[in-house]
């Protein structure tokens, strides 16, 4: 950055109140969002109120600059992207400001979640009708600037239809607030002299003419399709009374709805609300053998009373077999269909509900299209409702570099013209050898079809501008929408003349220099378009760097695939009251930096453009990892699978072979070593650890916080229990030997749980073995030292691989020391055959327990009937690489027994991270998102269970309660 452009930028932060950034890191962290398209920004601001965005707007006057707004960053279309300062108001502008009962209205900040606003509206029994497939993250403002719409627009309408107000800060830093007007008081805003006043007279004196109403008419989308984001909608603004005769208002609102933040900067929106949709639910999932099929069909079901009429093919639900949590999701699915389509029926109580789905599957049944018909009710539709709003982002788990592109994602036709449209685009892709992928809101006409793409490939990129461009000539043909509901952006701008004729995009230029004279509002999108082949993520015909690891991602083609995997999607940046792990430092800190889409980014660009020769040795990637916590949760929720835990182990690895290892890491990471010695004097060390003098100097020594209880050593390792007691019982005829993992922190820490793992299996008829081995490394994983990690993993795998059999499992206690045999051991283990035999057989104790129970060997007739109240609270690991249920059928196996999981993300503690006095704050603050209320809720004689190790570490301090695992609570209730 030059010297002149940094000093102008440190004086402008000095003016904001709110935060502003110029170093490589957030820029580079902005320079994305879920398009194809890169451009590094100037700087990155976050500000905090209205006047910091007036001084930005001063300051990019002033310099030459521009203001590109942003609030999720989930745009497909390159909104997000730009050279100038990337405005996200995500953090600061997420405040709720009115809502009007009676007018069923809300007015709210751009950066209010849509699901937040819908759980806010709840009790009030309305809501925000709008739903894309990003809700959960998705915030007003971005829904406004690209008009969305999503799955229930063909009952409710799109974004456009809803806004009534929007106060903005035109481009002169002049606050106005955009309404409906009547003719009368339109004419009283031509007698303005301010830039408010220049902008309504641009936009009389452009739309008055009869002939340029004609010629909009004439060239625009046509009307019945009411999913269209062409340019701005100068075709809407006609209609009202303004410009004909009838008895509609004027209100530029439905010109800003759609403009992609070019026009204005928006910091309240006031919002048109409907009634709480129908309270009974159901969706008949019709199957059909073909895509041609699944289309016809589109336009007979949508005489019914539909809400949502979604397709996904098989390019998609073959994805969905490959992720964890969407192979729950897709239960519901017969056989292999090459299409689907979700059809959803509401009414308010079962019975007119069942009449309409007999109605529905009468007409389903006479157009024989379909060869399965199931009706989803309950959780199966909110499975049903997931697995296909995850399809956009499972596009990303393509292996390799081609993958499906956005660029002519997003077309609408009026639904009399799908069939012939569809037969015609089918076509067309056959003549690039293009098995396209159909994703679509069939009912309403849109279709997301990607073609599948390299773009690191000249060829490709070629292939890339073709493809559109034929596409929007089809598109044109039938006077469809180019954009339905994801916006121009800069992947689409381009064709906008194409697509409304060079007249009526004059029109728009003209507009847009009403409104932004100086152009410092998102410049190169809807008008002078960036060109759409250029700027990618990638640089096209690269040399790929080649780049080596200690851990094996050759699933993933390389690391560096596994970090581009992410297209950006956010759904890590969900919050916690949507359910879910992943991001639980996001959650905490609201910033970009601490998403798992951050990090990828913050990888992939590092490792692509570092000139050095340890790409990893950058002390931005130090920081942007630093926050982590190594959960696990994006490997299984994140659509896409990106394995940041793993990327984050590799970096530490890497960093510390030019950077040396420091003393706290090795003492975390030795830890076992450390206990081990300890427990020779176990009570001389629990006095150290517990007294405030000299537990106060051990926390100072090993940068620990002084707040942070030190575990306790047990009295007796797990290891002499065991060979202590295991020649007083000889079992005979045991039901089956188990070989249980003694980890490391079960063995020093927690020995009275393997005490009564022991107990437990004992007396339920197995046989249980414990042998000398390694620990699991987790500690090692956690800080990085991979080749540490790498012998104990060798050692173990060498240990087990002639012992472990479908007839004698492994089981583990402590969820992230047995999960790193099923995961982290694929990665690190040379004899890798030997390693999946072992994963293959080894379980979580709850996880064996449960399966016994499904083959009736244990039941609750072997457990006491006293009445008994617990709530769970499951590791991080079980939820990422197994589930909870395990967990909570087994503590219901005594019958009076009545358990809760509570919905809780990660606790926060996190092994060493919790103990860490830079990371104890943000340790504290996750757990307070769900976790420790929940505890503190629940009365005393509520038994808390928690099955991780830290879990109960961090409860413990958290709370003041006392967790107990599940086999401890399970022992106890032992008749």
Do not use: W
């Amino acid at each position: 950055m030059q010297k002149e452009n940094l000093i102008q930028l440190k004086t402008l932060k000095s003016k904001l109140e709110g935060e502003l950034y110029f170093n490589d890191l957030m820029r580079k962290l902005y320079a994305t969002d879920a398009s194809v398209y890169r451009k590094l920004p100037l700087a990155v601001a976050l500000p905090k109120n209205t006047q910091d965005i007036k001084s930005l707007i001063d300051f990019a006057k002033s310099n030459n600059t521009s203001l590109i707004p942003r609030t999720a960053g989930t745009s497909l279309a390159g909104q997000c992207v730009g050279e100038g300062i990337v405005v996200d108001v995500s953090k600061y502008f997420t405040r709720i400001l009115d809502i009007n009962e009676n007018a069923k209205t809300v007015t709210v900040q751009p950066g209010v979640v849509r699901d937040e606003l819908n759980n806010y509206l709840k009790p009030f029994g309305l809501f925000f009708g709008p739903n894309t497939s990003t809700s959960n993250r998705c915030m007003i403002g971005g829904m406004v600037g690209n008009n969305s719409s999503g799955t229930t627009s063909i009952q409710y309408g799109v974004t456009r239809d809803k806004v009534l107000k929007m106060k903005t800060l035109l481009s002169d830093g002049n606050e106005v607030e955009f309404s409906a007007l009547t003719s009368e008081e339109f004419q009283q805003k031509l007698q303005l002299s301010t830039l408010e006043g220049e902008v309504y007279n641009s936009i009389y004196k452009e739309l008055n003419s009869e002939s340029v109403q004609h010629q909009i008419q004439d060239n625009f989308p046509k009307p019945s399709i009411h999913r269209r984001n062409t340019g701005y909608a100068i075709d809407e603004l006609i209609k009202s009374e303004v410009f004909s005769d009838s008895n509609s208002g004027f209100n530029m609102c439905q010109l800003l709805a759609g403009s992609e933040g070019t026009l204005a900067f928006t910091t309240g929106i006031t919002l048109q609300l409907d009634d709480l949709p129908p309270t009974e639910s159901a969706i008949i999932a019709l199957h059909f053998e073909s895509i041609a099929k699944c289309l016809n069909a589109v336009g007979t079901v949508m005489q019914h009373n539909l809400h949502t009429c979604e397709m996904m093919d098989d390019s998609i639900l073959n994805l969905t077999k490959h992720n964890k949590t969407q192979q729950e999701n897709r239960q519901f699915i017969e056989g292999n269909p090459a299409a689907i389509l979700m059809c959803e029926l509401k009414a308010n109580s079962n019975e007119e509900l069942q009449s309409q789905i007999n109605v529905f599957l009468e007409t389903v049944k006479s157009m024989n299209l379909s060869y399965a018909n199931p009706v989803l009710k309950g959780d199966d539709i909110n499975k049903a409702v997931e697995l296909r709003k995850a399809g956009l982002g499972l596009l990303g788990n393509i292996i390799g570099d081609k993958k499906a592109v956005a660029c002519i994602e997003d077309t609408a036709v009026a639904l009399p013209d799908l069939d012939r449209y569809i037969s015609e685009f089918t076509a067309l892709m056959k003549t690039y050898n293009q098995n396209a992928v159909y994703y679509a809101h069939a009912g309403a006409g849109e279709l997301h079809l990607r073609p599948i793409l390299d773009l690191k490939q000249a060829e490709d990129v070629v292939l890339f501008r073709k493809i559109t461009t034929d596409v929007a000539q089809l598109v044109k043909k039938y006077k469809g929408s180019m954009s339905g509901e994801h916006g121009d952006g800069i992947v689409r701008a381009e064709f906008i003349p194409m697509m409304i004729g060079e007249a009526n995009y004059k029109i728009l230029k003209h507009i847009k220099s009403a409104f932004d004279p100086y152009n410092i509002f998102n410049p190169g999108k809807i008008v002078d378009a960036y060109p759409m082949d250029k700027n990618f993520r990638y640089e096209v015909d690269r040399k790929e760097p080649q780049i080596e690891t200690l851990l094996d991602f050759s699933a993933s083609e390389g690391i560096l695939r596994e970090a581009e995997k992410c297209n950006g999607s956010g759904d890590c940046r969900k919050l916690p009251e949507f359910g879910g792990v992943m991001c639980p430092s996001y959650r905490a800190t609201r910033n970009e930096k601490d998403t798992t889409r951050g990090r990828a980014n913050a990888l992939r660009e590092f490792l692509t453009n570092s000139e050095k020769a340890n790409r990893f040795d950058h002390k931005e990637l130090k920081d942007v990892f630093d926050l982590c916590l190594s959960c696990k949760a994006c490997a299984s929720e994140c659509p896409s699978s990106v394995d940041v835990a793993s990327l984050k182990a590799e970096f530490q690895y890497q960093y510390q072979k030019v950077n040396g290892v420091p003393f706290r890491t090795k003492l975390f990471a030795y830890n076992n070593k450390i206990n081990g010695l300890a427990s020779r004097v176990p009570k001389l060390t629990n006095f150290m650890f517990s007294n405030d003098f000299t537990s106060a100097i051990i926390k100072s020594i090993g940068g620990i916080a002084k707040e942070r209880s030190l575990p306790l050593i047990s009295s007796k390792s797990l290891d002499k229990e065991f060979y202590d007691a295991k020649n007083k019982t000889v079992k005979i005829g045991y039901i089956k030997e188990v070989i249980l993992f003694n980890d490391e922190f079960t063995n020093h820490l927690d020995t009275e749980i393997g005490i009564d793992a022991m107990e437990l299996l004992s007396r339920l008829n197995y046989k249980v073995t414990i042998i000398s081995h390694s620990e699991s490394g987790r500690a090692m994983l956690s800080k990085g030292l991979l080749k540490d990690a790498k012998r104990v993993a060798n050692e173990n795998v060498s240990k087990f691989k002639h012992l472990i059999t479908e007839n004698t499992p492994l089981l583990g206690i402590e969820p992230s020391a047995i999960f790193t045999f099923k995961d982290e051991y694929l990665r690190l283990a040379d004899d890798k055959e030997s390693a999946k035999l072992i994963a293959k057989h080894t379980f979580l104790i709850e996880e064996f327990i449960q399966q016994e129970m499904a083959l009736g060997r244990i039941k609750s007739s072997q457990f006491t009937q006293e009445i008994k109240t617990i709530k769970f609270h499951g590791h991080c690991h079980q939820k990422a690489l197994a589930n909870q249920k395990s967990s909570f059928s087994i503590l219901n196996l005594p019958k009076n027994y009545k358990v809760t999981i509570i919905p809780s993300g990660c606790c926060g503690m996190a092994g060493s991270f919790g103990y860490e006095k830079e990371h104890y704050e943000v340790s504290m603050q996750i757990g307070e998102q769900v976790l420790f209320p929940a505890v503190r809720k629940a009365s005393a004689d509520t038994e808390i269970s928690a099955n991780g190790t830290s879990c109960r570490h961090q409860i413990k301090d958290g709370t003041g309660r006392v967790a107990k695992h599940p086999i401890s609570i399970l022992k106890e209730a032992l008749l």
